[in-house]
């Protein structure tokens, strides 16, 4: 997984796969997911992603 966030445009990233894409969707306004022939999400894009507060990320590890 790679993300990445330009923060110019405030759009965010999420590149999950090195797969071709094959078809976008957009969920809303806002998120757009990129899907592989075999229909394994390849990326995901989010507009507005600091504004909508999808940025930044926040993960948490397992002790």
Known sequence: ????YDES????TIHLSD???AK???QDWNTHISYAED?????IVVLDAK???????ITTRAA
């Open 19 to 21: 797969k071709s894409i």
């Open 9 to 12: 445009e405030d759009i965010l």
């Open 1 to 4: 997984m790679r993300t990445v």
């Open 39 to 43: 229909g394994s999400i390849v990326e």
């Open 51 to 57: 504004e909508s507060g999808a940025w930044p990320l």
């Open 24 to 26: 976008e969707v957009s």
